[in-house]
């Protein structure tokens, strides 16, 4: 049976009051076409409506092999055991884990049972985060931490509870964490539906088919800030700051919202892939283009940008605005507010126990050598490594090989060919305590 | 429906359709009449000369039923599924005698004891007796985990497994007589008839027993899959276990079945799904993943030769001897009874 036939199964997690069941019912709404089971073993205050809801005792099993990490969910293989026996089959499994759960035997159960591998495919992992309170609970439970470090989808909720700044400080201290997830910001868990299901998050083949990389972008810019402008020529206003220079890029039509932010920033990192021109004082800086900003020259600096025509106009710069005391200013020298502003890491460093580690490295790898690290690095640290991705460039073989896993569980395949795209390696490791100097030297030496 | 292919000592006798996957199923001790019970929640009794269907309850369970068990005296049976409830049926009509309301999760275990005067069930991590009447007679403490199984060794003491744990208790009382610890998942059960051994399948592809007599342990390792599908032959001497494509008979004759092989019996191409001994001799039903249902005559060693076939259109739920060993009901999963005379 191939991955076509199986049943998708999304696991949400989330600390009680996170918006699980919100998000449950609003699948279970916009998907009313369609046959949903879903297993819960918390039963909250709130119903859930029109889908079959099988109440399951959480029950985690040591799969007694030697291995401390392997563990499954034995309620899980009962149920969908039976589930899959109906002829008319489900279309999609929701697993909703209770607050406090570990992410990790539920994912692990579906690798660890040969019939339930056979019927059920996971889809993805996606855990809801309450914008309001998170900051606390990552510092004191393990759970949560977790739960993020698990994530392929992670819906920041609540949104309104808190202000801009702070999100993007959360934003930025989830991204730390788990460098593998998506984030999307909502209220009330009001997230489109395809954010969260059908991602074929596990399913590496699929999953790089539709996007080329699994690891979510590192902004080569700290800050955007968006001005609704009217026609007219407009001066960017910089002090002296930390750098003697600084990259810009000026985009037009950029929306104020989360959405558009996003879409913005996107655009922006290929505009930042280009080679910069470099601009002069009282310089002026093309919309669209990669500048280059000189700031060697002490004291205020002016540049300017032209508006033609009324626009929402979004600055995406290198450091924050802070930093340098930006301002824009019309020709009238008035400041002109920014609509919205976003800044796109961290403002500090947390000290997280929980975090990524993400290599990219061009060349090719000695399988053998890989194998050894990558085989003792697991047995070694498999408790502490949540999630593994890879693409690697095996020297000599033309194909790309992708790996996944879980915890010590760790699945590679050999998915398309290189072509005309460079060869090159992408790791991501989510774990607790991890030595990066370590992995980054062991993959290192697997280099040819 | 297809005609299927049919060899050896097996005849073709009748076959009839139900609605969906079939879960559990029993003949009456006479062997008249089968009844069946599947994963819609369907209920169906058939008489067993020609098959013909005496009456039939669509959704006797809403959400499926789960468990079913013959009275081994009374022309009576018990049922039980998702919706948390025990019916106990007169084989003459379509309605319930009795309705438990057990609570609201899945009953996946009812069983009568031998002597047909308690009803054994399991919902969740609890135990529940009751009365032929459907009068409870007593309830367990909570289980470490789920209960995955039931068994009676006789009338006196009823068995249990959950994860990593058989608890035996005394069938008057309720009170736990003996327990038997493993850190395993124990996902089925076989109880020698003597009732000294007993027999767990477990999800790390191990097969466990232990003898109550000395409280010896034993297990057998090695299997490439968990071994859902376990049986017992009359005397006790054999023991038939899945866990791949391969049956591996295990044999108690003289010190073993420690440090002896296993009768191999490997003829399916897919993992087994159920085992059924013949109510006496030595003689083996198996059905698989891949349709195929296979009848062995094994020595008292475990090894043995195929001497029927037949090959069905979808995976085995379950094969089932008539109680006087001259039929072979196979229920498959695209809920079609096949019922075979066995020469």
């Known amino acids: ?448 | 429906m297809t005609e299927t292919k049919v060899t050896g000592v097996l005849q073709s006798d009748w076959s009839a359709a139900i609605q969906d996957y079939p879960i559990a199923s029993g003949w009456t001790h006479d062997g008249a009449v089968l009844v069946v019970c599947d994963s819609a929640g369907g209920l169906y009794v058939f008489d067993s000369q020609q098959g013909e269907l005496l009456w039939s309850e669509p959704c006797a369970h809403e959400g499926g039923a789960l468990a079913m068990s013959m009275h081994p005296v009374e022309a009576v049976f018990a049922t039980a599924g998702q919706d948390g409830k025990i019916l106990i049926w007169d084989l003459t009509g379509a309605h319930s005698r009795c309705c438990i309301e057990v609570g609201s999760g899945w009953v996946e275990n009812v069983l009568w004891s031998p002597d047909g005067a308690r009803l054994a069930s399991s919902h969740g991590r609890e135990i529940q007796i009751f009365g032929v009447d459907g009068a409870e007679q007593w309830r367990s403490d909570e289980h470490l985990s789920t209960v995955s199984a039931l068994g009676w060794l006789n009338s006196n003491e009823l068995v249990s497994t959950c994860y990593g744990r058989v608890t035996i208790f005394d069938s008057d009382t309720g009170e736990p007589n003996q327990r038997f610890e493993w850190k395993g998942s124990l996902v089925s059960l076989a109880l020698s008839p003597d009732g000294d051994v007993i027999a767990c399948g477990s999800q790390d592809n191990s097969v466990h027993f232990w003898r109550r007599s000395t409280g010896e342990d034993s297990m057998m390792a090695g299997y490439p899959g968990k071994p859902a599908a376990l049986a017992f032959d009359s005397t006790g001497t054999l023991l038939a276990t899945g866990g791949g494509e391969t049956v591996t008979v295990w044999s108690f004759e003289g010190d073993g079945p420690e440090g002896t092989y296993p009768g191999s019996l490997e003829l399916h191409e897919r993992a087994i799904s159920t085992l059924d001994f013949a109510p006496d001799g030595f003689r083996l039903a198996s059905g698989g993943r891949d349709g195929l249902v296979l009848v062995w005559s094994l020595h008292s060693d475990g090894q043995g030769r195929p001497e029927g076939a037949a090959m069905l259109e979808s995976v085995l739920a379950k094969v089932c001897w008539r109680p006087d060993g001259k039929s072979l009901a196979a229920l498959d999963g695209d809920g079609v009874v096949t019922v075979w005379k066995v020469s």
Not at chain 1, 387 to 400: C, Q, V
């Open chain 1, 1 to 448: 049976m191939n991955a076509e036939e199986k049943v998708p199964v999304t696991i949400l997690t989330g600390f009680l009051g996170s918006g699980k069941t919100t998000l449950l019912n609003k699948i279970l709404s916009e998907e009313h076409g369609k046959r949903i089971a879903v297993i819960e073993n918390e039963f909250g205050e709130v119903g859930i409506d029109q889908a079959l809801v099988i109440e399951a005792d959480e029950e985690i099993f040591e799969m007694s092999n030697g291995c401390i990490c392997c563990t499954v969910r034995g309620d899980l293989i009962r149920v969908l055991g039976n589930l899959m026996k109906r002829r008319d089959k489900f279309d999609y499994v929701l697993v909703e884990t209770t607050g406090l759960a570990d992410p990790g035997p539920v994912a692990q159960t579906f690798f660890m049972d040969d019939e339930i591998r056979e019927e059920f495919a996971l889809d993805g992992i996606v855990t809801l985060v309450d914008a309001a309170h998170i900051n606390q609970q990552l510092g004191r439970s393990d759970e949560s931490e977790e739960q993020v470090a698990f994530a392929d989808v992670l819906v920041l909720n609540k949104t309104d509870l808190v202000d801009d700044a702070t999100l993007d400080d959360l934003e930025a201290r989830l991204r730390e964490m788990n460098r593998m997830a998506r984030v999307v910001r909502c209220q009330q868990a009001e997230v489109p539906v395809d954010t969260v299901l059908n991602l074929s998050a596990f399913n590496l083949e699929d999953a790089l088919e539709r996007r080329p990389t699994f690891l979510e972008p590192e902004y080569p810019f700290e800050w955007t800030g968006v001005y609704e402008l009217t026609p007219g020529r407009y001066q960017l206003d910089l002090a002296d700051g930390p750098d003697p220079a600084m990259s810009l890029v000026v985009r037009s039509g950029q929306g104020p919202d989360d959405a558009g932010l996003r879409e913005g920033a996107e655009w922006c990192v290929r505009r930042y892939a280009e080679p910069a021109r470099p601009v002069e004082v009282d310089g002026v800086v093309e919309t669209g283009e990669h500048a280059y900003l000189e700031l060697s020259s002490s004291g205020r600096k002016s540049f300017y940008v032209d508006v033609t025509a009324k626009d929402s106009v979004g600055l995406f710069a290198q450091h924050t605005a802070e930093e340098f005391d930006l301002k824009l200013r019309d020709f009238e020298g008035e400041e002109v507010p920014p609509s919205a502003e976003r800044t796109w890491v961290a403002q500090h460093e947390h000290d997280d126990e929980v975090g990524s580690i993400a290599i990219e490295r061009d060349g090719d790898v000695d399988p053998a050598k890989l194998n050894r690290w990558l085989g003792k690095l697991l047995q070694e640290r498999g408790v502490d490594i949540f999630r593994t991705k890879g693409i690697i460039s095996i020297a000599g073989d033309p194909m790309r090989m992708v790996f996944q896993g879980v915890h010590m569980l760790l699945d590679a395949q050999p998915d398309r060919p290189w072509g005309d795209d460079p060869r090159q390696n992408q790791l991501v490791f989510i774990g607790r305590n991890l030595d990066e100097y370590a992995i980054r030297e062991g993959f290192d030496a697997c280099l040819v």
